[in-house]
């Protein structure tokens, strides 16, 4: 596996691999990020991935500095998967300039997550654009445990005419069915035994919605109690779309996205619902 840490030696490696398959990773990986790249491979495209703690995207008062930096460890990982490439450029590498061009996202991006994040998926969308103008893939992996990013990135690559195809790769989850997420080893020992109650109230709902109920509203409050009754702190719980817009009763998928502290470590998850077919006459 190449280890480009500069855009010089980016560009001497997509001479010589004009087509590819990329994974954008923050680093600190797990399972999830693993099953991206073999989602990736998949292809039969060369795969690269890059590992880079974007700044732009985290708030006054969010971990950036502590954010878990685990280069070695993650190599081995990619290098085991079968990645062709990582590249891991510098924040002066990314930004050589104080970045002051930025992608302006849609409403959807003060919605969920973005209310109680301001601006970070503004910086998101900028470092996304910034590496596909980089590595210019082909095609690009992104997991579905970060589904509003996902349907923005979508969006964003839709709209700017990007010549790239989003693959969209399911949640990996530890067998108590939490979501696997580099912040989870933010938890205490008490706290990851707590932390599967968020996916299990979110799977509720989906069960509910499964056998046909539309109480919306109330689905989404038996949530919030049950998780405020086991102390944590919720952001959110709501039932949407798979286009994240309102939720509608008459047959139609819904996906439930849900965001909560846990001690100091915020968790999030998602549940996908299929929309019900109607029975056969």
């Known amino acids: 596996m190449d280890t480009l840490n500069s855009p010089r030696e980016l560009a001497v490696w997509k001479a010589a691999h004009a087509r590819c398959a990329f994974v954008p990773t923050m680093g600190n990986l797990h399972a999830g990020h693993v099953s991206l790249v073999d989602k990736a491979r998949l292809t039969g495209l060369p795969v690269i991935a890059s590992i880079f703690v974007n700044p732009l995207q985290f708030g006054a008062g969010e971990d950036f500095e502590r954010y878990p930096r685990t280069f070695e460890q993650d190599c081995e990982q990619l290098k085991a998967a079968g990645c062709h490439a990582v590249f891991a450029p510098s924040v002066e590498d990314m930004y050589p300039q104080p970045q002051a061009y930025f992608v302006e996202?849609?409403?959807?991006?003060?919605?969920?997550?973005?209310?109680?994040?301001?601006?970070?998926?503004?910086?998101?969308?900028t470092v996304v654009l910034k590496l596909f103008n980089m590595v210019q893939p082909a095609i690009a992996a992104f997991g579905k445990k970060?589904?509003?990013?996902?349907?923005?990135?979508?969006?964003m690559t839709a709209q700017m005419n990007l010549p790239i195809e989003i693959l969209a790769g399911e949640t990996t989850r530890a067998e108590d069915g939490l979501a696997l997420s580099s912040r989870n080893g933010y938890l205490s020992t008490l706290e990851r035994k707590e932390a599967p109650r968020l996916y299990h109230c979110l799977k509720q709902i989906a069960d509910a919605l499964s056998s046909g109920r539309t109480d919306f509203e109330e689905l989404e409050t038996q949530a919030l109690g049950t998780l405020y009754q086991h102390n944590w702190k919720v952001d959110y719980v709501s039932i949407r779309?798979?286009?994240?817009?309102?939720?509608?009763?008459?047959?139609?998928?819904?996906?439930?996205?849900?965001?909560?502290?846990?001690?100091?470590?915020?968790?999030?998850?998602?549940?996908e619902v299929p929309a019900i077919k109607a029975a056969a006459k």
């Open 105 to 125: 996202p849609p409403e959807l991006a003060n919605e969920l997550c973005g209310q109680y994040r301001p601006g970070h998926f503004r910086g998101m969308l």
């Open 241 to 271: 779309r798979p286009d994240l817009a309102p939720a509608i009763n008459e047959g139609s998928a819904f996906v439930i996205l849900g965001a909560a502290h846990l001690g100091n470590t915020r968790l999030i998850d998602n549940v």
């Open 146 to 155: 970060d589904y509003q990013q996902l349907a923005l990135i979508r969006g």
